[in-house]
């Protein structure tokens, strides 16, 4: 029965992608509808992600009480009410309220999904599955584009996607009896009920405190060179903005590819070399873009590091149950999801206020740096797990 529900834990990754890029791609319609300045676009993405911070350290709770396929159609429905809500909003203010429940349910479903598939299923799937995700984030751009190009609004962009979650939260329902039982999830090893661990007790855990820095460096390098890959571009190796658009996809191109081949590396190589791996090439990423190849190496190191990104996150987690157990797996990927957005939301706003003050062009060493901590801090779990 559980391989009858592997192909539906895809179609669920993909719709988790498949908001994640809207926002960007409908925006500059979006903010001459609403009257608002361009940069009110982060304040809704930090909503979203705080949103997402809060119901990633209620996931172990929220798995307890309802198991992993309760959670997972509860969040995608969340999220298509909160997608309907963008649809008919007609005030900015409107935006922001809805931003709320769209946080929460996207942060539950990925942590919940992610600790489930960490848990039954083997390393590739992993990879896989975030290779969907990557196809959802490619094609909801597309859907939205579509949308305003057929004549339709921003709006129709936003109900398309809703439509689809609605239609996919009525399937994740009837496929509940698929899953796992909340009994066995809400197990300890010894088969006796356990009870949800607070924050405190999660970060006593001995590779707790590293594992959670060492996701913040990957998160926060990863969009990082999402949102400023195309700036880079454009202010450092005078490339035109709408060619430095498509260019930058590049990293996204090399992460997406990058986790179709991995599923296929698990198969000889460990989570743990593969991890090692992908750094490895991400600073190899950094080193072609610092050296003198011009807009050529610019625009290869951006593939190379999204190329390197490609198998940390799903080797990550998927290693979390064998380096902390699996009755702590739940809520140490629920805490790494909300270190991961607030990666996200703090340290490419940072870069930001780099760039603007001193120079885009510190883009490699900025995001070299932070991939340097999060080989440290890796290195430092793989220790601890040796003694």
């Known amino acids: ?80 009410l909160a997608l309907f809500g963008f649809s008919v ?21 990925d942590a919940s999904l992610n600790n489930y598939v960490a848990l039954h299923y083997a390393s590739r799937h992993m990879s896989w599955l975030h290779c969907m995700w990557g196809i959802g984030a490619s094609v909801g751009p597309y859907v939205m ?81 999402i949102l400023w890959g195309s700036t880079y571009l454009v202010r450092h190796c005078g490339m035109a903005e709408d060619v430095a658009a498509g260019f930058a996809s590049l990293f996204l191109i090399g992460m997406t590819i990058g986790r179709f081949f991995n599923g296929f590396l698990t198969y000889k190589l460990s989570d743990k070399a593969l991890i090692r791996l992908g750094q490895g090439i991400m600073l190899l ?33 998927h290693s979390t149950p064998d380096h902390f157990g699996e009755e702590n797996s739940q809520a140490i990927i629920g805490v790494q999801m909300a270190a991961a957005y607030t990666g996200v939301s703090l340290m490419p706003p940072l870069f930001g206020i780099l760039a603007n003050h001193i120079s885009v062009s510190l883009l490699p060493l900025y995001v070299g740096g932070i991939t340097v901590l999060m080989i440290f801090m890796c290195e430092r779990l793989n220790g601890l797990e040796k003694r």
């Open 285 to 317: 990423g950094v080193a072609v873009m610092l050296l003198p190849f011009g807009t050529v190496g610019a625009m290869a190191g951006l593939l190379l590091i999204g190329l390197g990104c490609a198998p940390i996150y799903p080797c990550v987690i």
């Open 145 to 225: 584009g579509s949308a305003l190009t057929g004549g339709l609004t921003w709006n129709t962009g936003y109900r398309y996607i809703a439509l689809f979650q609605v239609c996919l939260t009525a399937v994740l329902l009837l496929s509940l009896p698929l899953w796992k039982t909340r009994k066995q999830e809400a197990s300890g090893e010894n088969g006796a009920p356990r009870a949800p661990l607070s924050l405190k007790q999660i970060l006593a855990i001995p590779g707790a405190k590293e594992v959670l820095i060492a996701f913040f460096c990957y998160c926060a390098a990863e969009q990082t060179a």
């Open 89 to 109: 909003s007609s005030e900015f203010w409107h935006l922001l309220v809805w931003a709320i429940p769209y946080g929460l349910g996207a942060g539950s479903v």
């Open 1 to 80: 029965m559980i391989s009858l529900l592997l192909p539906l834990i895809y179609i669920s990754f993909i719709s988790l992608g498949l908001p994640d890029a809207l926002l960007g791609a409908a925006w500059p319609t979006m903010c001459l509808d609403f009257a608002v300045p361009v940069s009110l676009a982060g304040v809704v993405s930090v909503t979203v992600a705080m949103g997402t911070v809060v119901s990633s350290l209620l996931s172990d709770r929220l798995t307890l009480w309802l198991g992993a396929g309760k959670v997972t159609a509860f969040s995608v429905g969340l999220t298509a």
